[in-house]
């Protein structure tokens, strides 16, 4: 199975409050999990990624950070939001080993006031 | 790291036309997809191509590794193709990297 779910799937939220999304994957264990931004207009930007529990990259400086307390669990936090944070936020996950297909959930569309 | 460009930005064309849509990328790569984005944002899976070719349908891709591009066809050109393609790669000596994607091409087929 490569379902995967990301909630909340839309959320508006005034600047400086806390942010958490969270991805839940089922399928492969051990995955690769991975979120990217778009902003509006524009192409997909990888922000983190996860070889494993507890085990983050940040591929972006900003004003985000990641979690990921279960093998099949994937958060993205903010503790103050910014305009800027606004966009289409999407998980992704590929079998472990980085040269493996990667497949997308279905996104959050954040919108900072 | 590794640069990727989608051409052309924009394509209009009519119902039952086809189209050839050119992703150059400027490194060796381990991975390589093809990506359609649906009204509603969802990025469905079309190819998985680091190299070669395959099909699916009334769609085709070809990636010719060695010269660091790759082509996405779609022939027969319906409405319900309409939409952003994206494609994406991944650089083969970067080690534990995401995708990086192209600006996509942005389709419509009109009736």
């Known amino acids: 199975s490569q379902t995967i779910h990301q909630w909340p799937a839309t959320l508006v939220q005034p600047v400086g409050s806390p942010l958490s999304l969270e991805c839940t994957v089922e399928?492969?264990?051990?995955?690769?999990l991975y979120w990217y931004r778009q902003a509006a207009g524009r192409g997909l930007q990888l922000l983190f990624y996860?070889?494993?529990?507890?085990?983050i990259s940040s591929e972006v400086p900003q004003n985000l950070s990641a979690s990921r307390p279960q093998d099949r669990q994937f958060i993205l936090s903010s503790k103050k939001l910014l305009l800027s944070d606004s966009g289409f936020y999407l998980c992704a996950k590929s079998r472990d080993g980085w040269y493996n297909e990667q497949f997308f959930g279905p996104g959050t569309r954040l919108t900072v006031l | 790291g590794i640069q990727v460009e989608q051409s052309p930005p924009d394509l209009i064309l009519q119902e039952g036309a086809n189209s050839t849509l050119r992703c150059n990328f400027s490194d060796s790569v381990n991975n390589l997809q093809w990506f359609h984005q649906n009204p509603w944002g969802q990025l469905i899976n079309l190819f998985y191509i680091p190299s070669g070719t395959k099909q699916n349908g009334r769609l085709s891709a070809t990636t010719v590794a060695t010269e660091r591009y790759s082509l996405l066809y779609i022939s027969s050109s319906q409405t319900t193709d309409s939409g952003v393609y994206f494609c994406?790669?991944?650089?083969?000596?970067?080690?534990?990297?995401?995708?990086?994607f192209g600006k996509g091409t942005h389709l419509i087929i009109q009736p």
């Open positions: 994406a790669a991944m650089y083969s000596g970067g080690g534990a990297d995401g995708l990086t």
């Open positions: 399928g492969t264990s051990n995955p690769n």
């Open positions: 996860s070889v494993g529990i507890g085990q």
